[in-house]
């Protein structure tokens, strides 16, 4: 990036994983961090940056090129409204976005009357192991790809203080595992296979403190008859020093060989009747979240702001995980497959 680039940055939300999006910020080149935005502005005030408790006047304030929205979904649609009516034209949104799909589109048609552009904070696709597996797909190093799986495992749903130390709204939520967890796997699986053909879902609840489900299995069929299997379980652990870095384990299993991830971010190919694995990525080492993926993220879209890449996860595009993620409750509920448009 240019040493005479500055892009005026903004935050709303200053809860507890927006320190990772601040501090991805601050060390960012050609990024100025303008506000910070909380209803309860001692949290804004410990950013260390300017600190608000009024979106509207920090926005008209400050005037920054680029807002990121840090809040829980049922924040996203009065903020984003607030922001465009200050016309702010470039936005990152946590996710899940919005509260469900009809709001979601509402709010992207607004966006786009607007001449805005609003980037889901879809951040797992831009974690390091899954960057480096979509490269050994690409050049074929399984053969033919018939099967993926991904196993969650984060162990942290257990008993009644479940979240409470970390994102304690967690437990108030009516659909958790699907809307807030597995919607990074129904986007990665997107991102590493194309968009599923048909969904079919089994889900519970297994901690009765809280309000959703914490535990199922979501089988995705996709196209040349690969198959993919999200079984999710937030009760149980795997084995790994930080059960947040990669939330489980995972194998990509084609006609020549298999790819494995490991808790600790290491990627491994093993070739087809063969026992030991070549490395593909080494272990994590990085000290934050998810081997990085925030300011991975962070800096594709300002690269994007820039005019340098083409955007992942516009809000319109990210509309297909929210569709997606609907028919897998619809499953749930009717147990039943359920087809999905190609597009």
């Known amino acids: 990036m240019s040493e005479d680039v500055n892009i005026k940055v903004a935050c709303i939300g200053a809860g507890y994983f927006s320190q990772f999006h601040y501090g991805s910020w601050e060390r960012m080149e050609g990024v100025t961090p303008v506000g910070s935005c909380n209803r309860d502005i001692a949290k804004a005030q410990a950013t260390g940056w300017d600190a608000y408790d009024d979106l509207a006047k920090m926005l008209s304030e400050q005037k920054p090129d680029l807002l990121d929205v840090i809040l829980p979904p049922v924040a996203h649609a009065e903020t984003i409204r607030v922001a465009l009516a200050q016309g702010v034209k470039w936005m990152i949104c946590q996710k899940p976005f919005c509260n469900d799909l009809e709001e979601a589109r509402a709010i992207v048609a607004e966006a ?67 809307h807030e967890t597995a919607v990074h796997w129904v986007d990665t699986f997107r991102y590493l296979l194309g968009n599923p053909t048909a969904i079919y879902a089994d ?9 959703g489900e914490d535990s199922g299995y979501i089988l995705f069929d996709h196209a040349d008859g690969v198959r993919a299997l999200f079984d999710g379980n937030r009760h149980l652990d795997h084995a790994a020093d930080n059960h947040r870095r990669t939330m489980g384990e995972a194998l990509f299993e084609g006609t020549e060989g298999t790819i494995s991830l490991y808790g600790d971010g290491r990627v491994g190919l093993r070739k087809f009747g063969e026992i030991d694995e070549v490395a593909l990525l080494a272990p994590d080492t990085w000290d934050g979240f998810g081997g990085d993926c925030v300011h991975a993220l962070q800096s594709h879209a300002v690269s994007g702001f820039l005019g340098k890449v083409p955007l992942e996860n516009v809000a319109r595009d990210y509309l297909k995980v929210i569709e997606i993620e609907e028919a897998i409750y619809r499953s749930a509920e009717t147990g039943q497959k359920i087809a999905l448009e190609a597009n």
Do not use: C
Request: charged share 20%; net charge positive.
């Open 203 to 211: 889900l519970r609840k297994m901690n009765p403190v809280i309000a």
């Open 112 to 178: 786009d009357a607007a001449g805005a552009t609003i980037i889901v904070h879809e951040n797992f696709r831009f974690q390091p192991w899954y960057r480096a597996i979509k490269s050994a797909l690409n050049v074929g190093l399984v053969g033919t790809l018939q099967q993926v799986t991904f196993r969650l495992r984060p162990g942290d749903g257990q008993g009644p203080e479940a979240y409470l130390d970390r994102q304690p709204y967690f437990q108030q939520m009516g659909r958790f595992l699907v």
